[in-house]
């Protein structure tokens, strides 16, 4: 199954790097480099930021990071939130847990029954739904939402990735989504400085690795096995490889061994490696259509498709 092939007119760099955990200098750029006369993209200036190297060859057009593109890196797009967003957004959750306590009351028998059943949810079935369950809601889940939305703390596009990821990431990875969790001011301010060293005409991106693999899963480019279990030691490293074939083949990437070396035996460069394929993939247009109240604050978050459409 090949993903639909948008190919640009002439040379063009998109770039990935994951800064969020881990120290600065172990951290790697990973850009994809089009070559219009073999019209093909291949995996070019893999690097760590310690090296320097990922200023030199032409100007990048995209780079796609896992920090959160608000107030203080670019400033043209940072503003307070409303508190009549905050109150709607708020309202939103509260609804849920309303609706679940409802059911709770009101079929107390059934809702017992779903609440023991396998506690692995369907992925495929719920990963996008409106809610991330009918009526039951998870315990962990509930535990979150009575937390309640805070802003300056989260982000609209927090309670959007809650609504559609929270069981998901929890149940697989042990994480959840808060755009502010990761990334502390130093961090943003070194970002900050690496983003005053490329070219002005480099647009920002921001997307999430968990939520990058839960998408190769929903398109069949990962198995539940693999999703769940594939984590560690030499597992990790078959994960990895498989990601890294699978994307290879679908997108029609060129690889160098030394490179797939890398990405196969370093974890940050991985995931770098990730963000930039799913840059290519918001090149070629196939992105999910989120909310405009989910945007605000974060109009450049996006997610993309990995299935063939």
Known sequence: MNMKQNFPKGEFRIAGASLTTGKWEDA??????????????????????????????PPLQSMVVDLPLSVGLCPEHGHALSP?????????????????????????KKYEQERKRDELIDFKKHLLDAKPTTAQLSVTFKRKLK????????????????LHYFD?????????????G??????????????????????????SIWILILEL???DLLSKKQLLYERKGEDAIRFRSHVIETLEANLGL??????????????RAFASFLLATAGLRRHQGDLYEIPKWALEQSDQFFVPHFMGR
């Open 28 to 57: 790697y750029f990973c850009a994809l480099h089009f070559y219009p006369e073999q019209k093909r993209w291949a995996v070019k200036s893999l690097h760590t930021f310690q090296q320097n190297d990922f200023l030199q060859g």
């Open 147 to 162: 937390k309640g939305f805070i802003p300056y703390l989260h982000r609209p596009i927090d309670a959007w990735v809650w």
């Open 84 to 108: 009549k967003s905050a109150s709607e957004i708020q309202q939103k959750l509260s609804r849920l847990l309303d609706e679940d306590a409802i059911f709770a009351k009101t079929h107390p």
């Open 182 to 207: 990761h990334a502390s001011v130093p961090l943003l301010q070194r970002f900050a400085f690496l983003r005053g060293q490329l070219s002005s005409d480099c647009s920002f991106f921001e997307t």
């Open 168 to 180: 998901a990431m929890a149940k697989v990875f042990n994480v959840t989504f808060d755009s502010y």
């Open 217 to 219: 899963y929903r398109a």
């Open 254 to 267: 060129f690889i160098y061994d030394q490179d797939l070396t890398t990405l196969v035996k370093q974890p």
